[in-house]
């Protein structure tokens, strides 16, 4: 775990990477950018799963904004250590003491928590993950 | 956790508030990402570049006065990234006055912590840019992969929020591209002879490293023939826009890579990824959406043009005039526009029906309202974000196909030599 807390919620995944800036709204956590598989999805209380961020510096920015705003993620999971979303995160701490616990996943975890339908993180940083039963 | 950095005797009093609360709030960041990352310690930089003057919301304007109201003081030489607002001119541009006011108290909380009002997303351009091994706090994609690809100078990819509290206290995590090893490239991208090369190829061929790279530092081997820094410029923006690419070499050119192995500093690549007509030819495609209606603007400037760049196009609109309806947007900096006013550049362009927007782009202050028709442009950055910030069809051309656009009133696209098979 790399900020801890924590969550619980719907999980929203993709294997494409995301950039906040200009791929997110920042007032109300719609994905806009047109060429991502979440394009019109939101990511307030979900339990956001991307491989990585993308491009942009200014991800951080949109992150702060989102937990401003209230309508940001339940949980960030990602398959490695991106430092801009990270900041986001610390500086909310910081500034509104708001955060949210942001994980990174080995690459099994990481891969199964794609095809989760729910999860929840604990305090201490496990990630408990819901899949889509076959049987119904 | 992990243990925390080594921290220096300075690094302890900032944490105890020696140097005052801003700073203190600035290190405290900064120490939290050195103990995510396991840095083993911390490390002076020399300079930083702003990105956090870019208008996200309230947030952002809340955390840039609260370091102002904190007393802060930028410790290092610090320019500014676009800001949200063409001060000169955005009552003309149509800008509301509500978004004009939030984006100037933005830009004067930095300018008040002490930066300069450089206001530019190609900062390396500016004079006296940064040294090869000169370690600095860059924020920017496009800025980052330029200092460390072409000039070999060392920025980790820092965020906004991050860029102010390095500049204030100039330090950061000793890890990533600061240090040597991370800095090789690990997949190399081999190009075929592809002939003739037109602007247009270099941020096609960004776009496609980029997408591909997934955070491993790319190779591109195989280009042949003169690369302006303006080709590097488009290169890295296309790159750091489709993928978190933060350093790249091109072999025979960047300062890093004089050859192959000395770009991979000795080892094999992890991957060798093949560069054809087939793979530029989908790069080519993702630039434009898949349909595009009547032509409502063509932008030039994402990053920055340079002057070099403003010359070129004045080549190309002299005894021209852009077709009725038709808005044609140059975006650069204040400093290189004031230069081609002297230069009779911009009277040129002007005359054309060009109008310079300066201190921003159109990605970051409302200039194009949604629904304004087909915007055409010469850069992958404008082309990527263009469909989701400004809900526009986009297509893309080189320098050249825009310019014909614009006088034509019509996209007009001409399929490169170098897609061919």
């Known amino acids: 775990m790399i900020v801890a807390g924590s969550a619980d919620g719907p999980v929203l995944a993709s294997d494409v990477p995301l950039s906040l800036w200009g791929g997110v709204d920042a007032r109300t956590s719609e994905v806009i950018d047109r060429t991502h598989p979440l394009c019109g999805r939101r990511l307030t209380g979900h339990v956001v799963v991307l491989p990585a961020g993308r491009g942009s510096s200014s991800a951080s920015a949109v992150l702060l904004e989102l937990i401003h705003a209230g309508c940001a993620p339940a949980a960030i999971v990602l398959r490695g250590l991106d430092a801009v979303l990270a900041a986001g995160i610390v500086v909310a701490e910081e500034l509104f003491g708001r955060s949210l616990p942001l994980l990174v996943a080995e690459p099994d975890l990481f891969a199964r928590a794609l095809g989760a339908r729910h999860a929840s993180v604990r305090p201490d940083g496990t990630l408990n993950l819901d899949t889509v039963s076959n049987i119904d | ?421």
């Not at chain 2, 993928?243 to 050119?253: L, N, R």
């Open chain 2, 1 to 421: 956790m992990p243990a925390g950095p080594r921290l220096s005797a300075r690094d302890r009093g900032l944490l105890d508030g020696a140097e005052g609360e801003a700073r203190r709030l600035a290190m405290r960041v900064l120490v939290r990402l050195a103990e995510m990352q396991e840095a083993p310690r911390l490390i002076d930089v020399t300079r930083a570049h702003i990105d956090g003057c870019i208008l996200t919301g309230p947030a952002i304007v809340a955390f840039a006065e609260r370091l102002v109201k904190l007393g802060g003081r930028l410790a290092v030489p610090t320019s500014t990234n676009v800001i949200s607002v063409d001060r000169r001119h955005w009552r003309d541009q149509g800008v509301p006055e509500a978004w004009a006011g939030q984006a100037g108290r933005l830009a004067d909380a930095y300018l008040a912590l002490g930066a300069a009002p450089t206001f530019t997303c190609s900062p390396y351009q500016e004079p006296d840019p940064p040294r090869p091994g000169e370690h600095i706090a860059w924020a920017e994609s496009n800025a980052i992969a330029f200092a460390n690809g072409a000039l070999g100078a060392r920025t980790n990819r820092y965020g906004d929020l991050v860029d102010a509290c390095a500049a204030l206290v100039g330090r950061v995590p000793l890890v990533g591209l600061h240090l040597d090893a991370p800095r090789l490239g690990r997949v190399v991208f081999e190009l075929d002879d592809r002939g003739d090369l037109d602007d247009a190829f270099f941020p096609v061929l960004g776009y496609l490293v980029g997408a591909q790279t997934g955070g491993e530092v790319p190779v591109v081997d195989g280009l042949t023939g003169p690369i302006r820094a303006d080709d590097l410029k488009a290169f890295a923006a296309a790159a750091a826009t489709a993928g978190a690419v933060g350093m790249f070499h091109v072999v025979g050119v960047t300062p890093e890579a004089p050859t192959r192995a000395a770009a991979l500093g000795g080892r094999a690549p992890a991957r060798i990824v093949h560069v054809g007509a087939e793979q530029l030819g989908s790069a080519w495609s993702a630039l434009s959406t898949p349909s595009s209606g009547a032509l409502g603007s063509v932008a030039f400037g994402s990053p920055h043009l340079s002057l070099p760049e403003c010359r070129e196009l004045a080549s190309l609109v002299e005894g021209e005039r852009g077709a009725p309806g038709v808005g044609v947007v140059l975006t650069t900096s204040v400093r290189v526009h004031e230069a081609a006013v002297r230069l009779g550049l911009a009277e040129t362009l002007e005359r054309f029906g060009a109008q310079f927007v300066c201190d921003t782009c159109v990605l970051n202050t409302p200039l194009l309202p949604p629904g304004g028709g087909t915007f055409m442009t010469n850069s992958a950055k404008y082309a990527h974000y263009a469909p989701g910030v400004l809900g526009r069809d986009v297509v893309f051309g080189s320098t050249r196909d825009c310019v014909r656009s614009a006088i034509a009133g019509r996209p007009v696209v001409a399929t490169p030599g170098w897609l061919a098979a």
